[in-house]
């Protein structure tokens, strides 16, 4: 797959490294603007702080991934803003709207699929168009249609239990999907999954990214899916997490597996370790 030369030579001399404050690539407003988030936890031992003056703004239709080492805070950031977790104090704003509430605009995929065991794969993937009194015929055409672009055809009657771990997973994007959500949040989605199941996984999200451009933030413990994935790299510093540099990836899209063997993203990947600590 083609790269930019400049592009390449400047990843081969760790250009990409951009400092914490620099701006969003988007030229627009930023979709997502998160200003001076700290997050406190109380404990029996005292005060935890988890996050620490996170400023971020993220562009519409922008993919970006979140990493850093355990216990930097890249789960909590994600739920708050999602708006299920509350921030200590500063500020989420969406689409120039503060977030004071779990938001609705928004499709969320965990690490663990959660489907439930006693609906179909079709009936988990329609539960979002029954909370949201969606009109069920448009919603399960859409549901049909997602489960065939990610291989499932054919199983849209069959128990949870019947499907493999990636099956699992790929039925929870495709409910995660269903409503057209302009917001992506996918916290660790593929890390239970072995090597080669989450290599399709990558393909499968990146292809349906690419279709309908939600803006994405991916939490992930691994360097090559991020830099696979993403627009921009984002790296959280260990506890208190704070935002230790950003990587912008410019490679071409849609991206093969191939890819990762290119000098680029090897690159990326050297510049990725070296900021997390990990040479």
Same mark, same amino acid.
């Given at each position: 797959?083609?790269?930019?030369?400049?592009?390449?030579?400047?990843?081969?001399?760790?250009?990409?490294?951009?400092?914490?404050?620099?701006?969003?690539?988007?030229?627009?407003?930023?979709?997502?603007?998160?200003?001076?988030?700290?997050?406190?936890?109380?404990?029996?031992?005292?005060?935890?702080?988890?996050?620490?003056?996170?400023?971020?703004?993220?562009?519409?239709?922008?993919?970006?991934?979140?990493?850093?080492?355990?216990?930097?805070?890249?789960?909590?950031?994600?739920?708050?803003?999602?708006?299920?977790?509350?921030?200590?104090?500063?500020?989420?704003?969406?689409?120039?709207?503060?977030?004071?509430?779990?938001?609705?605009?928004?499709?969320?995929?965990?690490?663990?699929?959660?489907?439930?065991?006693?609906?179909?794969?079709?009936?988990?993937?329609?539960? /979002?168009?029954? *909370?949201?009194?969606? =009109?069920? #015929? &448009?919603?399960?055409?859409?549901?049909?249609? @997602?489960?065939?672009?990610? $291989?499932?055809?054919?199983?849209?009657?069959?128990?949870?239990?019947?499907?493999?771990?990636?099956?699992?997973?790929?039925?929870?994007?495709?409910?995660?999907?269903?409503?057209?959500?302009?917001?992506?949040?996918?916290?660790?989605?593929?890390?239970?999954?072995?090597?080669?199941?989450?290599?399709?996984?990558?393909?499968?999200?990146?292809?349906?990214?690419?279709?309908?451009?939600?803006?994405?933030?991916?939490?992930?413990?691994?360097?090559?899916?991020?830099?696979?994935?993403?627009?921009?790299?984002?790296?959280?510093?260990?506890?208190?997490?704070?935002?230790?540099?950003?990587?912008?990836?410019?490679?071409?899209? /849609?991206?093969? *597996?191939?890819?990762? =063997?290119? #000098? &680029?993203?090897?690159?990326?990947?050297?510049? @990725?370790?070296?900021?997390? $600590?990990?040479?």
């Amino acid at each position: 797959m083609a790269t930019d030369p400049g592009s390449t030579r400047s990843a081969e001399r760790a250009g990409p490294i951009a400092s914490a404050g620099a701006a969003s690539a988007a030229a627009q407003p930023p979709h997502i603007a998160l200003a001076h988030i700290e997050k406190v936890y109380g404990s029996e031992h005292g005060a935890v702080t988890a996050l620490q003056d996170i400023n971020l703004s993220v562009g519409r239709s922008e993919f970006i991934s979140i990493i850093g080492p355990s216990g930097s805070g890249k789960s909590t950031l994600l739920m708050i803003v999602a708006g299920l977790v509350g921030a200590t104090a500063g500020s989420v704003v969406i689409a120039d709207r503060p977030v004071a509430a779990p938001v609705t605009d928004v499709g969320i995929v965990f690490q663990q699929d959660l489907l439930f065991d006693w609906r179909t794969v079709l009936g988990n993937v329609l539960l /979002p168009a029954e *909370i949201r009194g969606l =009109d069920k #015929a &448009a919603a399960r055409t859409k549901a049909m249609t @997602l489960l065939a672009r990610v $291989g499932l055809e054919g199983f849209e009657h069959r128990r949870p239990w019947e499907l493999s771990g990636g099956m699992r997973q790929r039925a929870a994007l495709c409910r995660a999907l269903l409503h057209d959500a302009s917001i992506l949040l996918l916290d660790e989605p593929f890390g239970a999954l072995d090597a080669l199941t989450r290599d399709q996984m990558n393909l499968d999200l990146q292809e349906l990214w690419l279709t309908d451009r939600p803006t994405a933030i991916l939490v992930t413990h691994s360097i090559s899916e991020a830099v696979f994935l993403s627009d921009r790299v984002i790296v959280l510093s260990a506890r208190p997490g704070r935002i230790a540099t950003e990587v912008r990836i410019d490679l071409a899209r /849609p991206r093969s *597996i191939d890819v990762r =063997d290119s #000098a &680029a993203f090897v690159a990326y990947q050297h510049a @990725l370790r070296l900021a997390i $600590g990990h040479p």
